[in-house]
């Protein structure tokens, strides 16, 4: 098995260029394919440091590539943008495709214990091997120098990774995360499938309550989140995760958006604020 990326497709963008990579992952079992946005560099030997953005539910590593916007600031900032796909695919494990909130297109970013769901483990993916992935093969990108964004499902994995890791990631930023998923409907059914019935395991990969443990966290955390957003109240629960920073004094910038809604028309009207501020916390 090529685990190798290799180049399958490009387009130019702003100066620079966005590029499609297909490679075989050993952590789960199957091919994946990731997007990078190469920033224009007047030398060779520049190199970039790095955002990584998380996608939500049903989306792959085409969306934000596609519909944010996000490479004129990148291009501006000088910030490679990375995308990974959302979850393991293509192992045809049975009930994958029964819904579009669990299994394929939602992997929700955690290693599910749950012996069906074994290849389910896109937070090692994303934390470990794909790190490692880019700095064997891609000289251009400085992976010492990382931050991390993303949308919904991957707001909560982009809140949830950064805690967990902050010593690899100099920023992290949301817009309208799963902020407290062992309290709503998406992250209680896909806890209990990948995890199982322990309460303690859940707890490792929600927000709200990964803060109360790990709140060192010197770089504020920048969370938009739309107003008129239909899973606002019921799903992503920001204000449980403001009241969990304010009981332990992190730096948390929650934007509450009027009328904006779920879509990428939301997210493209304020990527450039979130390049912005990762672009500043890289260059420190």
Not at 17 to 28: A, D, E
Not at 94 to 115: C, H, I, K, R
Request: hydrophobic fraction near 35%; charged fraction near 20%; include cysteine.
């Amino acid at each position: 098995m090529e685990t190798k990326p290799t180049e399958i497709g490009s387009s130019k963008m702003f100066g620079g260029y966005n590029k499609r990579y297909k490679h075989f992952s050993p952590t789960l079992g199957c091919s994946m394919t990731f997007h990078i946005y190469f920033p224009p560099s007047s030398s060779p030997s520049h190199k970039f440091p790095i955002l990584y953005w998380l996608s939500g539910l049903t989306c792959t590593d085409e969306n934000f590539i596609i519909k944010s916007g996000a490479q004129r600031a990148a291009s501006a900032e000088g910030v490679a943008l990375i995308a990974p796909d959302t979850s393991t695919g293509g192992l045809n494990v049975e009930g994958e495709a029964d819904s579009w909130d669990f299994g394929v297109g939602a992997g929700f970013y955690l290693n599910a214990t749950q012996q069906k769901w074994k290849n389910w483990r896109m937070y090692d993916y994303v934390v470990k091997e794909l790190p490692k992935l880019l700095s064997e093969n891609f000289p251009q990108l400085d992976t010492s120098k990382a931050s991390i964004s993303g949308h919904s499902m991957g707001g909560h994995g982009a809140l949830t990774i950064y805690l967990k890791n902050l010593d690899k990631y100099k920023s992290a930023s949301a817009f309208a995360p799963i902020a407290n998923p062992i309290n709503c409907p998406w992250g209680q059914k896909v806890f209990t499938n990948y995890l199982g019935n322990d309460k303690a395991a859940w707890e490792e990969y929600d927000a709200t309550c990964l803060i109360k443990k790990f709140h060192n966290v010197s770089a504020t955390i920048l969370i938009d989140q739309g107003e008129d957003d239909k899973f606002l109240h019921d799903q992503l629960l920001p204000h449980k995760f403001e009241e969990a920073c304010r009981s332990v004094n992190v730096p948390l910038l929650l934007r509450l958006q009027p009328g904006y809604d779920h879509s990428y028309f939301f997210i493209s009207t304020f990527i450039d604020d979130h390049i912005r501020h990762h672009a500043q916390a890289l260059k420190l």
